[in-house]
Structures are given as structure tokens and as C-alpha cells.
């Protein structure tokens, strides 16, 4: 109880009030527009947080987060097109209803579910993360780097499409983290002599070149194609009425809780728990034949889900500081550049800190509704600006937030550098969570193995002999073994079904 | 995506090899992650392109061969090198004119032809950006020859 007073406390006054109204605003506009995703706006946004109180900032991006995923939905409805990778779930049954002429039921029932869903994982990260946090207590460099293990070993299942190419991109991105100097002796390492280069690659300049320069670059390679826009249908009323609520309930929970513990994994995402919660939700609806014909729970449970990972991703890095995804990281970013350390320490330094962003994310979710239903009056407008237009604004944003962050031209070239290597991995089908994910846990793996070693004299020994170190080793194999031996089964099975085929072929041939 | 690939597991063995080779001169503390990391990629790559052309048989019926869009790629780099060129012309010109300049030619490369709107964007945005960031944010952006 305490620790809601002590949260509210910091939350509670008018300005960190209207960055949370902003937050939300800037979010839901952004996550609406197709091609701008929730990652960029916070990409862009954690500059912006540079003079801010640590507490306003966090806040600011955490209703930018919950907004922007509830925005996704959207565009998902009225056009078809997922605002956000974890919308896509959403077109299934929301665009089919909005082309009944019901848009603005799907958009009402997608609003509700996103508030039940935001407000149920913040439930749990409020109490879940200080009990996680309060045994990370009690970690040494061995543990430690047994959880950055863990968080890499996560990076096999980020990818989505091919475990090869997100595997390559983690490899990437731990390269990419050893540049700067040795983190014991101060050797520098692939810094081409570059002063700039010693404390390493900056890491919001990289995530903003990233998500940002990526999303200009995408725009001028589509920017030849004919116009394809789609009409707008209109959206009328958005009260789906209290029957329906009722009837939606045990859905939103079966997505919430989903949502939620597909959050807290690392190396999971929104588009898996949106895509389980609509598959489980097909089975357990009565209606489940309809999915995909405009049914309400198709939309209830990918919306709920959604929004339920945002709470739950948000776990492992404020109770162990391992980012499981890509927001996380930016989380990171936004952290690191007020110069607080997340993980326990933060629980136990700047509780205020803390239980202010779980009190923010209450409250943004509660805004959700309203600012969400207000602007969807004008959603026509918003969703007619051109992107080309937008993608000039975007490209201002990039470069003016990177330099404001250490007025340093040099950033602006990790940024180029950065929306480039994004730009080449879109072409190539790599994804690039992985590479960010590595880039952040690289240096926290090498650091804390490299004290572990010096505190063991140079053994191995700590691996085995630590039972919490231990546990988490045998966790980290578990999890990267899973998805290695379910792909090599697979793959098993396509050349045995391949060689099966061609058999039969050869089989008929010959009768021939 | 063969080709896509190919290159792909290529570049992953070779950036893996010249991190190697580099390690070579540092102390064995020093060189152990950066070893590590680059044998990992190394083997990826190994792996990436034994699949590759293992499933060359199985793919060259169906591949669609991609017809490569020269003004695509034209579009692309230069976007790239108005960025390159802002990087370049901040110190120089200060902040608000390469602003200005960056978002006005981005639109008009994109293809965005309603020249009054661009020129409205840009200017609104640019200035608009400048004044946030000095009196709001506090940041000093470089004086240039004009402002």
C-alpha cells in the first residue's frame, strides 16, 4: 500500500499529469497511422524525455507504449492494414465488421478490450516485479550474467520467420556490443580510432536510426506504387453497451492473462500473444466457425492480449534489467540517459521512480478510453495525411532528438549508419529485435562473466557449484534448445514429406 | 530469396573472420568475446548457406526472380545521402536551414508533389523543432553562418 502512495505521490502533480495526456495522444495518433509503428514514437520520443524528471519520462513513453499498441487497432478496423505488428491479429475480424457497417462497434470493443488488457498487466507488473526484484536482490556477477545468458538465449524466438537469420542478427549484435573499451583492462576495441566510438555505440541514436530512418526508407521504396487507399467507412457510435460487455469479460481475461505471461518472457512479443489468444479464444468461443467474419471476441481477445503484454514485458527489465524485446530496450534507453541503473537497484534506490511508472500506466489506460474515443471523431483526417508528408516530419524528429540527446554530430551518424544497417535487414528478411536484444545484453553478459571469473580465480566452477546460477544456465539451455530442436524436427519432417512425394512420383512414373 | 541468402551467410563468415583475425593481436581477456561472438556468427553463416544450397533443388522451380527496381534503389540512396549531407551541414549552416532543407527534399524525393504543402511542412516543422528544443529542452544547437 505504500508503495501506491508512493507512486501516486510522484505522479500526482499537473505536469507530470498532462505528459501522461500527451503521452497517450501522441501514442494512439501514431500507432494508428499504417507504417508509423509504437516503437518509433517512443524511439522518437525518448530524447524529448532528456530534461524531463526521471519519473515524467517514464511515464510520458509508458502511456506512449500502451497507447500506441491500442492505436494499432485502428487502422487495423477501418483500413485493414495493421497499424502495428501486434494489430494484425485484429484485421482478422475487425475489418470484416467494419465492412458490415459496424466500425464503430469493432472499434469500441477493441478500446474496451485494450483498457482491460493494459490495466490487468500493469496489475500484475505492480505486484510482480518488486517480488522478482526483491529476490534479484541477492545476485552476484555469476547470477547476473546467468540472466543475460538467459535473455540471449531468448533471441532464437524473437526473429519470427527464420531462427537462422535471427540467430545472425543476435551474433551482430553482440558485436556490435564489444565495440568501445574493454569493460576490465580499458583496451579499445573496433573503435577505427574513433574517440567517440570508446564508450561504445550509443544506444538510443542506434534504435532511433533503427525504427525511425527504417520507416522513411520503406516509404521511398513504395513511394512509386499506385495509390492504394482504401475508403474510409464511416464510424458512428462507439458504446457497445453493457450486454456486450458482460458477454466479452471471460475473453478479455483469457487475452489479458495470455498477454501478460507471454509479456513477461523474454524474447516473446505482442504478435505471439495476440495470435495464441485469437487461436485459443476460435476454440473456446461458441461462435469460434465465425472467427474471421466480423465475430466481437476476434477482436476482444487479440486487443486484450496486446495490451496485456505491456505490462508484462516491462517485468524482466525493471526486476533484472534484461530487455526481452525491443521496447524494453528503448525503455532501457530512456532509463540509461538519466543515469539510473534499472534492475533491483532501482526498487531499492528510487522506489518513487518505480511505482510512479505503475501508477502512470493505470492511469494511461484509463485514458485510453476517453482520449481514444474523442479522437476517433477526427480518425479520417489523421489517417488521410500523406505518408510521404509524415516521412519528412519523422526524418526532422530523428536528427533534431538525436543531436538534443549529447549534442554530438557524431550521433547523427550512428543514426544514419544504424537506419541504414535496419533498411539492409528489411531486404535480407532479418529481423532486428534480436540485434538490439544482443547489443544491450552483450556488454551486461561480458561485464558480469569477466568479475565472475575474477571473484572464481579464473574458474568456470561458479556455473555449477551456484544453485541460482545454475538454475537460470539450465533455463537459458532449455530455451534455446527448444526452438533449435522443434526447427530441426521440422525441417525433419518437410525433407521427409519432400523425399515422400518424390518417391511416389517416381513410383508413379514408373507404372506409367 | 536464395541470392538474398547466399549473400547473407557470405557476409556473416567473412565480418566473423576479420573479427577473429583482428582479435589476434589483443590480450586473451580481451580477444575472449569478441572470439566467441565472431565463431558464433562464423558458424551461423556456415549453417545459413549449407541450407541454402541444400534446398537450391527444391527452390529453383518455384523461385520467383525478383526484378531488381532501379528507381527504387535510386529513391532509397538518395534519402541516404540527404541524411549524409545534413550530417555534414549542421556544423556549417547551422540547425534551422538543413532542417528545413532535409524535410523539403525528402518529400519532394518520395514523390510528394503538392509543393505548398512540403514548403508549409517544412518551414512549420523546422522552426517549430528549433524553438521547442532551445527555450523548452535547453539544447544549443550549432550556430552555423546564419542561425
Known amino acids: 500500500m505504500s508503495s501506491i502512495l508512493m507512486g501516486l505521490q510522484a505522479i500526482m502533480n499537473p505536469q507530470t499529469l498532462l505528459f501522461i495526456l500527451a503521452g497517450v495522444l501522441i501514442g494512439f495518433i501514431i500507432g494508428a497511422l499504417p507504417g508509423l509503428t509504437g516503437n518509433m514514437a517512443i524511439a522518437l520520443m525518448v530524447p524529448v524525455t532528456f530534461t524531463m524528471e526521471p519519473v515524467a519520462a517514464l511515464a510520458f513513453l509508458g502511456a506512449i507504449y500502451t497507447s500506441s499498441i491500442f492505436g494499432g487497432s485502428v487502422s487495423a478496423i477501418l483500413l485493414g492494414i495493421p497499424g502495428t505488428v501486434s494489430s494484425m491479429a485484429t484485421t482478422l475480424d475487425g475489418y470484416p465488421m467494419a465492412l458490415k457497417g459496424k466500425a464503430g462497434q469493432a472499434l469500441g470493443i477493441a478500446t474496451l478490450s485494450s483498457v482491460f488488457g493494459g490495466l490487468f498487466s500493469s496489475f500484475v507488473l505492480m505486484f510482480f516485479a518488486p517480488m522478482l526484484a526483491e529476490q534479484a536482490l541477492r545476485f552476484g556477477p555469476s547470477e547476473y550474467f546467468a540472466v543475460a545468458v538467459l535473455g540471449l538465449s531468448c533471441i532464437a524466438n524473437i526473429g519470427g520467420g527464420s531462427m537462422t537469420k535471427g540467430l545472425i542478427s543476435g551474433a551482430l549484435g553482440l558485436l556490435l556490443a564489444i565495440i568501445g573499451m574493454d569493460p576490465q583492462t580499458g583496451f579499445p576495441r573496433f573503435t577505427f580510432g574513433s574517440v567517440n566510438l570508446l564508450e561504445g555505440i550509443e544506444l538510443v541514436p542506434a534504435l532511433i536510426g533503427l525504427f525511425g530512418i527504417v520507416a522513411i526508407l520503406k516509404t521511398a521504396e513504395k513511394s512509386n506504387e499506385p495509390d492504394r487507399s482504401v475508403p474510409i467507412p464511416d464510424v458512428g457510435s462507439v458504446w457497445i453497451g453493457w450486454k456486450m460487455c458482460l458477454r466479452l469479460i471471460p475473453t478479455w481475461l483469457r487475452g489479458s492473462v495470455i498477454g501478460t505471461i507471454i509479456g513477461i518472457i523474454p524474447g516473446t512479443g505482442t504478435n505471439i500473444a495476440t495470435f495464441l489468444s485469437y487461436d485459443m479464444e476460435k476454440k473456446f468461443s461458441k461462435n469460434g466457425p465465425k472467427f474471421g467474419e466480423g465475430e466481437p471476441e476476434g477482436i476482444a481477445a487479440p486487443e486484450s492480449a496486446n495490451n496485456g503484454v505491456t505490462g508484462g514485458s516491462l517485468v524482466p527489465l525493471l526486476a533484472l534489467g534484461v530487455p526481452g524485446n525491443a521496447t524494453s530496450a528503448l525503455f532501457l534507453g530512456a532509463i540509461m540517459i538519466h543515469g539510473l541503473r534499472v534492475g533491483p537497484v532501482l526498487f531499492s534506490d528510487q522506489p518513487e521512480i518505480v511505482n510512479g511508472l505503475f501508477i502512470s500506466l493505470f492511469i494511461s489506460n484509463l485514458l485510453m478510453a476517453p482520449i481514444g474515443l474523442f479522437i476517433l471523431r477526427y480518425i479520417k483526417s489523421i489517417l488521410s495525411i500523406p505518408d510521404k508528408l509524415l516521412s519528412g516530419v519523422v526524418a526532422a524528429f530523428c536528427v533534431t532528438g538525436v543531436y538534443a540527446l549529447n549534442s554530438n554530430t557524431f550521433d547523427l551518424l550512428i543514426l544514419i549508419v544504424f537506419g541504414f544497417l535496419g533498411y539492409v535487414f528489411y531486404k535480407f528478411k532479418v529481423p532486428t529485435a534480436p540485434l538490439i536484444v544482443a547489443m544491450v545484453l552483450g556488454s551486461m553478459a561480458e561485464s558480469n562473466l569477466r568479475q565472475a571469473l575474477v571473484a572464481s580465480r579464473g574458474s568456470y566452477s561458479f556455473l555449477y557449484t551456484q544453485p541460482i546460477t545454475l538454475f537460470i544456465v539450465l533455463a537459458s539451455l532449455a530455451s534455446f534448445l527448444f526452438p533449435v530442436i522443434n526447427n530441426i524436427i521440422k525441417t525433419k519432417a518437410m525433407f521427409k514429406s519432400a523425399a515422400a512425394e518424390a518417391t511416389s512420383e517416381m513410383a508413379v512414373e514408373d507404372d506409367d | ?147
Request: aromatic fraction near 14%; proline fraction near 2%.
Open chain 2, 1 to 147: 530469396m536464395k541470392i538474398n541468402d547466399l549473400i547473407l551467410s557470405t557476409a556473416s563468415i567473412i565480418i566473423g573472420a576479420i573479427v577473429i583475425i583482428s582479435s589476434l593481436s589483443m590480450k586473451a581477456s580481451v580477444a575472449f568475446f569478441p572470439k566467441l561472438s565472431a565463431s558464433f556468427l562464423m558458424i551461423l553463416g556456415v549453417i545459413l548457406l549449407a541450407t541454402t544450397l541444400l534446398k537450391k533443388l527444391e527452390l529453383s522451380k518455384n523461385e520467383k526472380v525478383n526484378k531488381f527496381d532501379v528507381q527504387k534503389v535510386i529513391r532509397v540512396a538518395l534519402v541516404i545521402a540527404i541524411l549524409f549531407a545534413y550530417y555534414l551541414a549542421i556544423n556549417f549552416l547551422g540547425y534551422t536551414i538543413p532542417t528545413f532543407l532535409l524535410i523539403f527534399t525528402i518529400v519532394y524525393v518520395l514523390d510528394y508533389r503538392n509543393l505548398k504543402a512540403n514548403l508549409m511542412t517544412s518551414l512549420g516543422v523546422s522552426i517549430g523543432l528549433y524553438l521547442i528544443f532551445t527555450y523548452i529542452f535547453q539544447v544549443h544547437f550549432p550556430k552555423g553562418l546564419f542561425f
